[in-house]
């Protein structure tokens, strides 16, 4: 396809389709229509309640005026992720989106305080971190400084159906147009084999040059009328269903999403100012629905304001997820269940490369190889992060659990874990979403004990190490206490 693109044309709508809609809208010339296609009466998934950091970024691009969005989204902040059973029932630990501790020379900090705990030190490397203290604390504050220990990442917990009706509004306003209707054809052309246009039950047709496929799960553009297949990761991942189900919400508001492991599969509880979101994540192959509900019912903080609705899914990804004149965006891309609140994510990524490699001139095969081969490593390297999770579980209590023990995990994966185990050092790729400090917070978390640290974190004596450990975690703490709470710290923000 050498044409210049000019119409482009999203199917579907949810927060997929709205964030693409907004984000490109606001990006791209006005020469360039864009038309969003979708039905009031077909659901979205909507359980994609808590994200990571980079939406900050997304949200800025867009100029959203942060208060405002808060307020429309029923959002709070988050600060970290509490894994809860994890690693053997009863044990916990959180991953913070902080660093602990503190650049103290060449090695990371996780050397110098495993040679302190070697000489006697009993604090945890979270007793180091800001957003751990404040995210047990229940606080949190805006940080005006420029102090680097002082730096605290955070993220939102939100209504995604709220947030995509909220983008709506504002991609509408700004020139996109929308149809109401369900696709009832895609057609394509019989030589390239490109999507022509979108055929609607109405009758109407969508014609495009450029098509987004936002149509979740089904894959209707990409999947279904071009037949790209889609590569499963069930042995890696096995969970396939989900149970969601919202709850009252609790009288103080956590700043951190809580994941729960049970005998088989995780539950979530995500706190937003209106109500909890719930779910229950496991295998079929290992669980009957019907536990799976009992498990979850039985184990609500709040009571519970509907019957849990269930989601069917696939792990995985599709082998191409821009072919020929259509990129999926969402859903339609792949899956990978809600561990680590990447969906969300996964979405805005998309849309930001599409952003950047835009055909404006026609479509090209090394654009497409491109975006392929970046989209395929993100999706890899997350995939690998939550198969950390599992795998590197002491839990005897379920075929399950034993399983993922026991299973064969991805090279890449292999090699980071015994890399760490040794020496505690972490390799990390450029493009991984997953910081150094991420990787360094779980593996520590299931329960992997270095062997060994760098050996300059020999250099320091042992006094002038542990008068710096102390002065690093005294000064991360001094704003804690001055901090409001997270509920009053939402109230006077944005006014709700």
């Known amino acids: 396809m050498t044409q210049p693109v000019r119409k482009l044309v999203i ?26 296609v979708e039905s009031e009466e077909i659901g979205i998934v909507g359980v994609g309640e808590a994200t990571i950091p980079p939406i900050q970024t997304f949200n800025k691009v867009l100029g959203l005026d942060e208060r405002e969005f808060l307020r429309e989204t029923q959002g709070s902040v988050k600060l970290a992720i509490k894994f809860e059973n994890w690693r053997v029932p009863g044990e916990s630990y959180f991953h913070t989106f902080g660093a602990p501790g503190a ?61 995509g009706q909220f983008l709506r509004g504002i991609a509408q306003a700004n020139g996109v147009t929308r149809r ?32 987004i496929d936002c149509t979740g799960m089904r894959g209707l553009l990409l999947q279904q009328a071009l037949g790209v297949e889609f590569e499963d990761w069930r042995h890696w991942l096995p969970a396939d269903t989900a149970l969601a189900v919202p709850s009252q919400r609790h009288e103080q508001t956590a700043p951190y999403t809580r994941s729960i492991a049970h005998r088989v599969g995780w539950q979530w509880r995500i706190p937003l100012t209106h109500r909890n979101g719930n779910g229950m994540v496991f295998a079929s192959d290992y669980l009957s629905e019907e536990d799976a509900e ?59 490369r599409l952003m950047k490699m835009f055909p404006n001139h026609g479509i090209s095969q090394a654009m497409v190889d491109a975006y392929n081969a970046e989209s395929k490593h993100e999706f890899e390297t997350i995939r690998d992060f939550i198969i950390l999770h599992y795998h590197v579980n002491e839990r005897d209590d379920s075929d399950f659990w034993q399983d993922m023990q026991r299973m064969a995990i991805p090279d890449r994966l292999s090699q980071k874990l015994a890399a760490f185990a040794e020496t505690a050092a972490i390799f990390n790729e450029q493009n991984d979403i997953f910081r150094d400090s991420s990787w360094l917070q779980v593996m520590l978390g299931q329960g992997i004990v270095p062997g060994d640290f760098h050996p300059s974190a020999l250099t320091p004596d042992l006094s002038t190490l542990m008068t710096t450990l102390e002065k690093i975690r005294t000064t991360k703490a001094d704003p804690v206490a001055q901090m409001l709470s997270h509920d009053d710290f939402l109230s006077r923000y944005t006014g709700a």
């Not at 709205?18 to 020469?31: D, F, G, N, Q, S």
């Not at 420029?146 to 730096?151: I, K, R, T």
């Open 11 to 36: 199917a579907g709508g949810g927060t997929a389709g709205w964030m693409a809609a907004a984000l490109l809208r606001k990006v791209l010339p006005r020469t360039l229509s864009i038309t969003l």
């Open 103 to 163: 650049n103290l020379g060449f090695a990371s900090f996780q050397h110098y305080w495993l040679r302190a705990q070697q000489e006697g030190l009993t604090r945890s490397l979270w007793d180091y971190d800001l957003n751990y203290m404040c995210a047990t604390a229940g606080k949190f504050n805006k940080m005006n400084t420029q102090n680097p220990l002082y730096e605290m990442q955070y993220a939102y917990h939100f209504d995604s159906a709220r947030y």
């Open 180 to 211: 109401e209707g369900i696709i009832a054809h895609v057609g394509t052309c019989p030589h390239s084999g490109n999507v022509t246009g979108l055929q609607l039950k109405s009758g109407e047709q969508i014609e495009g040059d450029l098509f």
């Open 294 to 352: 009992s498990t979850l019912m039985q184990n609500l903080d709040s009571e519970a304001l509907d019957t849990p609705r269930k989601i069917r899914f696939r792990t995985g990804r599709t082998k191409q997820q821009w072919h020929k004149n259509v990129i999926a965006i969402g859903l339609s891309s792949g899956f990978l269940e809600p561990l680590e609140s990447t969906s969300i994510h996964l979405i805005q990524s998309g849309i930001v």
